[in-house]
């Protein structure tokens, strides 16, 4: 799998300078990342032309203490490579010799100011972004009390109108009705808005709104992990619903899990009181204590002890 990514794009989001913007686009196979300190003496074995090249102070002081022909040539088989780009850290400028190779075979050149693991841990992340799996889901995405909450059901249930009572409430908006979710590890979802959409908000009666210009840059965010997903149906006279929370249901996205619980719709019920309580019960379990199961043990202690 690879993805192409316009080098305004990479200058844009990572924040480092175009030296050599060599076709304009740059396509990505793998998000890791070399130092070529070996291959610029000439050993090549095992050598991946298909990552990201990350040239740090050791690698440019060896190239700065080449003759000019001794740099032309090595270059000469670098860049022959087709490697995908180089990036040129701690704001050390490259030779002139590697901006000419590198222009000869349209190899973009990056600098940045940054350190060497620091820049190379960013573009990492970024490329990884990039070549994640992905799907599109209908439904809510919110910020909820720092936990990633995505609001699912069917058309005319409230999902928008939870959402915009959430954000009153100071919470935030990722995504309304569409939500894009990437698989980054193999745990880890991230939502965020189609690109067209983002920030805005459809309400049945009153049409589509931009929550970011109504309500500030606090409203929104523009992406955020998958820590809960909260499952709306309509309330069914007769049908049992979980009222003690020791059952753990969970929802299945990209082969990865996330806890979910399923809140039963009727008129009367303030919903996004029970978000906010659904977020802050999700984060309590995750820190290592359940009320349910707590409960459930003074139960049967007080059994044990014949005080029941």
């Known amino acids: 799998m690879a993805v192409e990514v316009s080098v305004r794009e990479i200058c844009g989001e990572l924040e480092i300078t175009a030296l050599e913007p060599g076709s304009g686009s740059i396509s990505f196979q793998t998000p890791e990342i070399s130092r070529p300190g070996l291959q610029f003496t000439g050993f090549y074995e095992k050598f991946s032309p298909k990552r990201v090249q990350l040239i740090g102070n050791a690698e440019m002081y060896y190239l700065y203490s080449l003759t000019p022909e001794q740099l032309a040539d090595r270059m000469e088989r670098f860049m022959g490579l087709h490697v995908p780009c180089i990036v040129c850290a701690r704001g050390n400028k490259p030779p002139e010799i590697l901006l000419e190779k590198a222009r000869h075979y349209g190899v973009p050149v990056f600098i940045t100011n940054r350190t060497t693991?620091?820049?190379?841990?960013?573009?990492?992340?970024?490329?990884?972004?990039?070549?994640?799996?992905?799907?599109?889901?209908?439904?809510?995405?919110?910020?909820?009390?720092?936990?990633?909450?995505?609001?699912?059901?069917?058309?005319?249930?409230?999902?928008?109108?939870?959402?915009?009572?959430?954000?009153?409430?100071?919470?935030?908006?990722?995504?309304?009705?569409?939500?894009?979710?990437?698989?980054?590890?193999?745990?880890?979802?991230?939502?965020?808005?189609?690109?067209?959409?983002?920030?805005?908000?459809?309400l049945r009666g009153i049409g589509v709104i931009n929550v970011r210009h109504l309500y500030g840059m606090g409203a929104v965010k523009p992406e955020t992990n998958i820590?809960?997903?909260?499952?709306?149906?309509?309330?069914?006279?007769?049908?049992?619903?979980?009222?003690?929370?020791?059952?753990?249901?969970?929802?299945?996205?990209?082969?990865?899990?996330?806890?979910?619980?399923?809140?039963?719709?009727?008129?009367?019920?303030?919903?996004?009181?029970?978000?906010?309580?659904?977020?802050?019960?999700?984060?309590?379990?995750?820190?290592?204590?359940?009320?349910?199961?707590?409960?459930?043990?003074?139960?049967?202690?007080?059994?044990?002890?014949?005080?029941?």
């Open 227 to 308: 820590d809960l997903v909260v499952s709306m149906e309509p309330w069914e006279d007769g049908k049992a619903y979980d009222r003690l929370g020791l059952t753990n249901e969970t929802a299945s996205f990209l082969g990865v899990s996330l806890p979910q619980v399923t809140i039963p719709v009727r008129p009367g019920r303030n919903l996004a009181v029970i978000m906010e309580l659904a977020a802050m019960n999700n984060r309590q379990k995750k820190m290592g204590y359940n009320a349910a199961e707590a409960l459930t043990a003074e139960h049967d202690r007080a059994i044990d002890l014949g005080l029941l």
């Open 117 to 202: 693991d620091r820049v190379g841990h960013e573009i990492s992340s970024f490329i990884q972004k990039k070549l994640a799996r992905r799907i599109l889901l209908h439904g809510e995405l919110m910020d909820i009390y720092g936990t990633g909450v995505l609001i699912r059901g069917e058309s005319g249930l409230g999902k928008s109108e939870t959402a915009l009572e959430l954000i009153k409430r100071g919470h935030r908006l990722i995504a309304d009705d569409a939500v894009e979710v990437k698989r980054i590890s193999s745990d880890t979802l991230v939502g965020c808005a189609p690109e067209l959409i983002r920030y805005y908000m459809e």
